[in-house]
């Protein structure tokens, strides 16, 4: 019998008893008694329990480990839950194959997990053999508890989600095959004919020039390729230039000559490139300046494709140290001449110094009294470019160069620019510079800047430049420098006569600007076009400097919010994009850097769609450009380039397969089947108006009536693919990632 303590704490009929339940319980139980008196008076008491099943949320205490493997391996992923006072957990096993925007469950990866020791719960799922197509999906287990409630009274956790493993699946060795040699005019090589080769560029065997027996001869004896030599036609057989190395201090310049061989070569012309144009810039007469303290290699290679070149290595010094021994060259007759301007000088200039180089440019070189260098450079076209340099040293220590240049050419171009630069004994130097350019149409550019780079390397200033164009187009530019960080804000105005000219061209018409792409959208130069009213769609390009397939132009709304204009396009020189109005853009390198696309045969194509967000990467670093792709990732893409509506929907690809069905791209039937080349031109076709072929595509494997006959025509025409080579398409071979970009790719453009 319980005592009167006791008693007096159960509460009356109908009313509740507190229980403090914990994440510790699994269950309480609660005793009760009932005093119940029979006939005779006599009294018995009857005592019973309840119980009170608690679920506790899990924890998951050690994540699902990333897993790399070869292809047929047998691969496991598995979540670990420790002291979890749990009867049985339930749990399922999730795949993505678009990077984690989408989870879909594993058939038979899922049940109950059920306490293995001292309260360990180890959930699993093992691939047995891994294919390559796996590569890049990504796996979690979603774990909940119901401790074994049943019934209308079973209770459930909230859902708990590991994070998500990586699944790399590392393909069979790729064994090239050889065919015939590829040849242009200049080499001749072997390299892999299989259109899936994941590393084209590697493949490339024998790479070597064309031998010949002699000047006249026209087969090369290696490969057979066959060039043109015409009478007299006698090709480059050594370059070499007046210096193999050469010392040069910042702000200098020096001229270097180069010797042709034979005498009777045909064409004598050479082409100069610096290696490093950041420490030197080499001009097209061999003239080498030296821009900042470093080493470049100067090349001089013969046009006329005998691929003939000679080298000289450039030292570029800070000026602290004489680049050439000796000292001034202003000494006078019977003074000193151990530099620091001492001594009388002579008052009338030197005599000129002529001298002609291979190409026949002629250049003439006079000193005035002051020091000040005089030179006269006459081309074989008749261009005239001169140039006057004057160096003098301040009290101070500081030296000043001013540089005066002149170029007018035969066509009526001309460029004027004069560059005062000053270099303080603390290393400090300031340059300002002002440039005009005007071009044979009349078009004309100014530009002026001051820079400022201090002791410890660091540069701020401004350069701003203003165009006008022939046709009435306005354009500036200012870039700001600031702790060695620039910001460039471009405006161009296009005349109505500007776009009246494109259009009856068909040209894109060209915004009087020119920006670099940055890497970085918050210091991305912006540029501002506007076109006259009622201009309607016009297509614009904006000049880029280092425009790249991953360049894109991103268009910046009124509110501030950005988007990635996806037809904007690289074109030689610059971003290709359509604006009607006004249009205020920043032009942003957006290239993913996906370490197994870096030297693979798609890497521009891969570029160009996953820059503008048509095509993911499984994540940030991979991109599996061979694995396959699904019909419903075909629809997404699509869906993505034709800006359509895709969020919300019960499953990922949901909108992107309304709106294929509505557009008549798709029947939106087998969502996960893997997409075939027939279907991907077929489809991409049809999301581009299925345009009719001017004539039909001649391939052994695809017949008149099939299905995809006019698409694959069409294909062919506009340059999306060339087939598999040996007369045929292929059309039921899968498309991989790669594939699909390149097709996207060359639609585009």
Known sequence: MPTEEEWAKIPPAGESYPITITDEMDYQCVCFHVTLTY???????????????????????????????????????????????????????????????SWTDIEGAGG?????????????????????????????????????????????????????????????????????????????????????????????????????????????????????????????????????????????????????????????????????????????DGTVTAVKVGTATITATATDGSGKSATCKVTVTDGTTPSQPGGSTGGSSGGSSSGGGGGSSSTTPTKPETATKPDGTKVETVTKPDGTKVETTTGKDGSVTKTETKTETKPDGTKVETKNETETNKDGSKVESETR??????????????????????????????????KNGVTSGTETTKTTTANGSTGMTVTTIENGESKTEAAAKVSGKAVEDAKKNGEAVKAPVEVEASRNSNTAPTVKVELPKNSGDTKVEIPVSNVKPGTVAVLVHPDGTEEIVKNSLPTEDGIQLTVNGSAT????????????????????????????????????????????????????????????????????????????????????ANPNAAINRAQMVTMLWRAMGQPAPATAATFTDISADSYYAGAVSWAIENGITTGVGGGKFDPTATCTRAQIAAFLARSMK
Request: with cysteine.
């Open 39 to 101: 006939p005779g008076n006599t009294v018995k008491t009857v005592t019973g329990y309840w119980r009170l099943l608690v679920c506790v949320t899990p924890v998951v205490t050690e994540q699902p480990q990333s897993v790399s493997a070869a292809v047929g391996d047998s691969v496991t992923f598995s979540a670990k839950l420790i002291k979890q006072n749990l009867n049985t957990l339930e749990y399922q096993w999730q795949s993505s194959t678009d990077g984690g925007q």
């Open 112 to 284: 109950k997990s059920y306490m293995e020791d001292d309260w360990n719960y180890i959930p699993s799922y093992t691939i047995p053999s891994v294919t390559a197509a796996q590569s890049g999906q990504l796996f979690r287990c979603v774990l909940w508890n119901t401790n074994n409630h049943t019934g209308s009274d079973r209770v459930s956790t909230p859902p708990v989600y590991s994070e998500p493993a990586t699944l790399t699946v590392t393909p069979p060795a790729h064994e090239h095959s050889y065919g015939d040699w590829s040849k242009d005019g200049t080499n001749h090589w072997h390299e892999c004919t299989d259109a899936d080769c994941p590393d084209q560029s590697e493949s490339i065997k024998d790479k070597a020039a064309h031998v010949y027996d002699d000047d006249a001869d026209t087969t090369c004896n290696v490969c057979g390729y066959v060039r043109t030599v015409t009478p007299g036609n006698v090709l480059v057989t050594g370059v070499a230039l007046n210096k193999t190395s050469t010392s040069i201090s910042v702000g200098n310049s020096e001229t270097l000559t180069a010797t042709v061989a034979p005498e009777n070569a045909a064409n004598k012309a050479l082409t100069w490139a610096s290696s490093d144009e950041d420490v030197a810039t080499v001009a097209p």
């Open 421 to 454: 630069t000053e270099t303080k004994k603390d290393g400090t130097v300031t340059e300002s510079k002002t440039e005009t350019i005007t071009s044979k149409d009349g078009t004309k550019s100014e530009t002026k800047s001051e820079t400022k780079t201090d």
């Open 585 to 668: 853009v920043k032009i942003v390198d957006n290239s993913k850097d996906f370490i197994d696309t870096r030297n693979h045969w798609a890497k521009d194509a891969i570029d160009f769609v996953s820059a503008r967000g048509l095509v993911n990467g499984m994540n940030d670093s991979i991109y599996a450009p061979n694995n396959s792709t699904t019909r419903a990732q075909l629809w997404t893409i699509l869906a993505r380039q034709n800006d359509a509506d895709l969020t919300g929907g019960n499953t990922w690809f949901e909108n992107a397969q309304n709106w294929a069905k509505a557009k008549g791209i798709s029947d939106g």
